[in-house]
């Protein structure tokens, strides 16, 4: 396994085995309820309640971009005002001149819920830049929503925003009433996770010891590896993940280059050690990437406690109203997809827009995430309504890797990945990172989707994932294979491609799995399609057909070749498992003869390794190879009874063929100290392979 530092995902299940996570993120047994009106709270109850909950917020230490007032930014269009990006992105580093922030401000705004003693306090932050891995932006608004008892004076629900309604918040039910909020700001994204507990700069997802997590969020039952994470973005850097950060562009230049931002240079954006180019300018995933390390601290400047790096003034959004909008010319990023013929679709990102022209102004509820802590509130308060159902697409990426197991370039095994990628969903292009190795897409509309996922030095990962109201009862919609999505460094991806059109049937799915990996894709097929393989594996693809009949073929890609791995003319019934079997018994067969004569060379005196030329090792791996021989000829004939529409000698040939592969088992035991371990390996389990298919030609209608 990878080391992945404080998280790794298969072993978090010892470490936290009883830890109570047990709810299942996504989904809730209830209708959805609208909520109650809010109004808005203000003069001096609403800045006692700002000033008292005011959080403490951690900085990256590499970070450029800290909160602001966007005021001196502001300029008329159109008889609007508006803060345009160019005028906000080069006027702030132009203020920077000493590295002092310019004008550290945090803008609160506070609402109450009518008939209730329910009431929120918003704490909005500005920054006149974002850049990530995912996307880059003009303007970035942060927020983190304090709701709280006006009767009792107690906190009842943190909720600290994420990347985007698509990716869950960072929540925590009932926070400690004594404690000051504070918040572990994401590098360049800015995105905002909590610390509620004694470890003040760092993010803890999972109890360790006497200390409790930073989040209350609820983990996905449904795959085991996730059993007992709670699903939310978090702060990946500070959990041992590695993120590279891409470098924006703007109509095909770096954007530190235009024009309009003279006062701008690279220096200003996030560190070269953190950045690359593109996705694909990268054979292989980045292994030398910084983690976080806390830098300024912010606080506001009534907090009177520990002495901060910055203290920032506290100002009612009110103020800022006035502007209609934060605009600037739309940037972009590039995702490839996998397919037949390779394709690009171009994921855009604009402006955050204002806050105040945002739903969760008004109504702050409309940013919880979490259906459990939706619905703790909603039976202590009647102003908020129970959650509805949520529809998520849920995958745990790994990485493929050679298995040492394994022949060489004949085997994989997959392994946590290091290094945090993208998701998207083609159908809804606001693409999503990932956190601990998991992408989680959140409030994804009923239908069939293109799901893709691409990270640095990795090949794209792409597959169609279908979401049903009818799933949500069961948890998220997951994709990959049983919810883990394997992908594939560069430097070893090969493609595989399966073109339907040319099938005998209307082919539905395809399959590929490895002799040692196990499946490594499952997913629909309408159409040409593509799929990333770690060229040192072997292969068994498997497509199936509207009537449920299944073919399957052999794929041993060279991992040498520059060309694609191809399945032209796929198809299903007794003739293709049959000729696989041809094709998987003289693979081994060959393998099983060339360590044989192996052995011959070099035991050419007869006695090196204390058995004769004509007995000991030699007689049992040869009783293997004839064994494997005897396969090859009853498979063969097998197709031939099958392709000539013979139904009843296909099956007979078919029975011949089970009953030599006992044979093959029993010569395998007998082989087994004199044949290489790593051959040993793959026999058995492309014996296992080919008495699965052997049991599926025997049961095919189709011939």
Known sequence: MTDRGALSRRAVLQTVAGAGLASVAGCSAFEGGSDDAASTVEGERAEELARRFAPTLYFDQAEPWFPTDPRPYTSEQDGETVVDGFDAFDGYHERMTEGEPPDPTAFYNVVEYENSSLAVVQFWFYSAFDQFTTNFHWHDWEVLHVFVDTGTGDPQLYVASSHSRKVPNNEFLDPDPEMVPRILSELGSHSSALSVNDARDRFTRLPEGDRFADITNSAVET????????????????????????????????????????????????????????????????????????????????????????????????????????????????????????????GHITTTGAPWNQPRYENPAADISEPNHRAALAERYDAIGAPAEIRTVVASLSEAVSNDDAPEDEGLTTEDTAVESVALLESDPEAVPTFSGLAVVQDVPEGDHRFTVNGAGVAPHSETVSVHDSESADGPTRAGVDGELPLVARENA???????????????????????????????????????????????????????????????????????????????????????????????????????????????????????????????????????????????????????????NADKQLQAVADRLQRVATRIEDANDDLSDPLSNAARRRLDQAERRTEQAQAADKL
């Open 494 to 648: 090969t493609r595989l491609e399966v073109d339907p059109s040319g099938a005998d049937s209307d082919l539905t799915d395809l399959a590929v799995e490895d002799d040692f990996a196990g499946r490594l894709y499952d997913a629909p097929l309408s159409e040409p399609d593509a799929v990333y393989v770690h060229g040192g594996g072997a292969y068994t693809t498997e497509v199936r057909d509207s009537d449920d009949e299944i073919g399957a073929f052999r794929v041993n890609p060279n991992p040498e070749a520059d060309t694609a791995a191809q399945i032209e003319q796929p198809r299903t019934g007794k003739a293709s498992l049959a000729s696989f079997l041809v094709d998987i018994a003289e693979e081994t067969r060959e393998s099983v003869a060339d360590q044989m004569d192996g052995d011959s060379d070099d035991d050419d005196d007869g006695t090196e390794n204390g058995n004769s030329g004509s007995g000991g090792s030699e007689n049992a791996i040869q009783g293997l190879e004839r064994s494997l021989a005897a396969v090859v000829e009853a498979a063969k004939r097998a197709t031939e009874r099958a392709e000539a529409g013979d139904r009843g």
């Open 223 to 346: 795959i085991e590896d996730l059993a007992e994470i709670p699903v939310a973005y978090g702060l990946p850097r500070d959990e041992g993940s590695r993120l590279p950060y891409l470098v924006p562009e703007y109509e095909g230049a770096p954007l530190y280059e235009h024009e309009r931002l003279p006062s701008v240079s690279r220096e200003d954006l996030i560190s070269e050690s953190l950045t690359i180019r593109s996705f694909d300018s990268l054979t292989q995933p980045p292994t030398d990437l910084p983690t976080r390390e806390t830098g300024l601290v912010f606080q506001h400047t009534d907090r009177g406690e520990a002495d901060p790096d910055i203290e920032y003034d506290l100002v009612p959004s009110s103020e800022l109203e006035h502007i209609a909008d934060f605009t600037g010319p739309q940037l972009s990023f590039e995702f490839a997809v996998p397919q037949f013929a390779e394709d690009v679709v171009s």
